[in-house]
């Protein structure tokens, strides 16, 4: 049977001192995340480069593909 939920090692979060429970969470709220993901290659220390098209700059800063696909499955 498949869990309904994944726990994220280092996510785990400690109850903040004098915080009260208000009520339930709404089940059909939505929320919304953002995941950065890394760089193909390390951009410290390196100049930006001039001007780069969408698809230019996809292939040469962007993520890895496979670090897409990976972000992709999980959410």
Do not use: H, N, W, Y
């Given at each position: 049977?498949?869990?309904?939920?994944?726990v994220l090692a280092g996510s785990e979060r400690q109850?903040?001192?004098?915080a009260r429970l208000v009520g339930p969470a709404d089940p059909d709220e939505e929320i919304e995340v953002t995941i950065v993901?890394?760089?193909?290659?390390?951009?410290?220390?390196?100049?930006?480069?001039?001007?780069l098209t969408r698809a230019e700059f996809a292939r040469t800063?962007?993520?890895?593909?496979a670090d897409i696909r990976r972000a992709e499955a999980f959410a």
């Amino acid at each position: 049977m498949d869990k309904p939920f994944v726990v994220l090692a280092g996510s785990e979060r400690q109850v903040v001192p004098g915080a009260r429970l208000v009520g339930p969470a709404d089940p059909d709220e939505e929320i919304e995340v953002t995941i950065v993901l890394r760089a193909r290659v390390p951009i410290d220390g390196r100049p930006a480069p001039a001007r780069l098209t969408r698809a230019e700059f996809a292939r040469t800063e962007g993520a890895r593909p496979a670090d897409i696909r990976r972000a992709e499955a999980f959410a």
